[in-house]
C-alpha cells in the first residue's frame, strides 16, 4: 500500500521535475495529460488484505500541486503531493462496513506558529520604537524611555524583533565627555 | 489552439471512467468505489517588448502556471446476497 503511493509520488516528482514553464499552457498540458491518466480508482483504494474470514480493503486521498515560471533571467518550479490513508472497509462474509481514520493533526507551519505568537503577545515587532530623527538633545535624554522601554520588555517577557532604537542624528553628551561603562555609545559625525 | 486542446483533453481525461472504479469482488461481495477528481490548472504570460529608447536586450517576458488537484472516494456500491446499497466514504465532522 505505502509503495503504491510511494510510486505515485515518485511519477508526480517525476513529472516536476521538467516543468520549468516555456510556454504558460504549453508543456505542462502534457504532464496533466500523464497526471490525469495516472488518476484511477487503483490509486486511492488499495488492494485487498485478507485475513482469515475477514478483508480490508484501505482507501485514501491523494493532494497535488505543481506551480512553475519563468522569467528573463530565471525559472523556477515547485511541486508537492499529500497522501492520506482515510479509512478501510471491512468485509466479513456479506457484511461491508466502514471504519475512518483519525484525521492528522495538522502541524503548524513557522509563519503560523509566529502568527499565533503575535496574536499572544509573546513576540513583538518594535521598528523603530524611538525615533527622534534630527530633534535636538543627546543620549542621556533616551535614559528615561531606553530603560521603560527595557523595563517593559523584561516585565511582559516578550522577545522583541527589530529596532528597538533609532538615534538617527542624535548629538553626543554636551560636556563631550568620554561615555561611562555602560552608557550608550553613539558613532560621531553620522550627519546625513 | 491552446483552449481548445484543453477542452479536449477535459471531456477525454475526465469521463465516467474516471470516477467510477473498477469493480472488486471480494467472496460473494462486489464493491464499486465512486471517485471525486477535482483539478485546477491555469497559466498566464506576459511580453513586454522593447521600448523606442530601450535596447532591443531589454525585451523582457514572463510566464506562470499552476496546476492543482486532489482525488478521493467519495464512497463504494457495495453488491451482497442481502441487497445492494451505497457506502459513504466521506466522514462527516458534524456531530
Known amino acids: ?192 | 489552439m491552446a483552449r481548445a486542446g484543453m477542452t479536449q483533453r477535459l471531456s477525454h481525461d475526465l469521463n465516467v471512467r474516471t470516477v467510477i472504479g473498477d469493480p472488486i469482488k471480494v467472496g460473494s461481495v462486489t464493491l464499486i468505489p465512486i471517485l471525486m477528481i477535482d483539478v485546477k490548472f491555469g497559466g498566464a504570460a506576459t511580453k513586454v517588448p522593447s521600448g523606442a529608447t530601450a535596447p532591443q536586450s531589454a525585451e523582457s517576458h514572463a510566464n506562470l502556471f499552476y496546476m492543482s488537484g486532489e482525488a478521493r472516494p467519495l464512497g463504494v456500491v457495495a453488491i451482497t446476497g442481502k441487497g445492494t446499497r451505497f457506502i459513504n466514504l466521506v466522514k462527516s465532522d458534524a456531530k
Open chain 1, 1 to 192: 500500500m505505502k509503495s503504491k503511493y510511494a510510486c505515485l509520488s515518485a511519477a508526480l516528482l517525476l513529472l516536476g521535475i521538467p516543468c520549468r514553464a516555456q510556454l504558460p499552457v504549453g508543456k505542462p498540458l502534457g504532464e496533466y495529460d500523464k497526471l490525469v491518466s495516472q488518476l484511477k480508482s487503483s490509486s486511492l483504494v488499495g488492494e485487498p488484505i485478507r485475513a482469515g474470514g475477514t478483508v480490508i480493503i484501505p482507501f485514501a486521498s491523494v493532494n497535488f500541486g505543481l506551480v512553475g515560471g519563468d522569467a528573463k533571467i530565471a525559472s523556477g518550479g515547485g511541486l508537492s503531493s499529500k497522501s492520506v490513508p482515510l479509512g478501510f472497509l471491512v468485509v466479513e462474509g456479506d457484511d461491508v462496513r466502514v471504519e475512518f481514520l483519525s484525521a492528522p493533526e495538522d502541524k503548524p507551519s513557522v509563519v503560523r506558529q509566529l502568527l499565533q505568537a503575535i496574536l499572544d503577545r509573546k513576540v513583538v515587532f518594535i521598528g523603530n520604537g524611538l525615533n527622534i530623527g534630527n530633534a535636538d538633545g543627546n543620549v542621556q535624554d533616551l535614559a528615561p524611555l531606553i530603560s521603560s522601554l527595557a523595563k517593559l520588555i523584561a516585565e511582559a517577557n516578550i522577545t522583541t524583533i527589530g529596532n528597538a532604537l533609532n538615534l538617527g542624528s542624535v548629538k553626543p553628551p554636551k560636556n563631550n565627555a568620554a561615555p561611562t561603562e555602560g552608557e550608550p555609545k553613539l558613532p560621531q559625525g553620522n550627519k546625513p
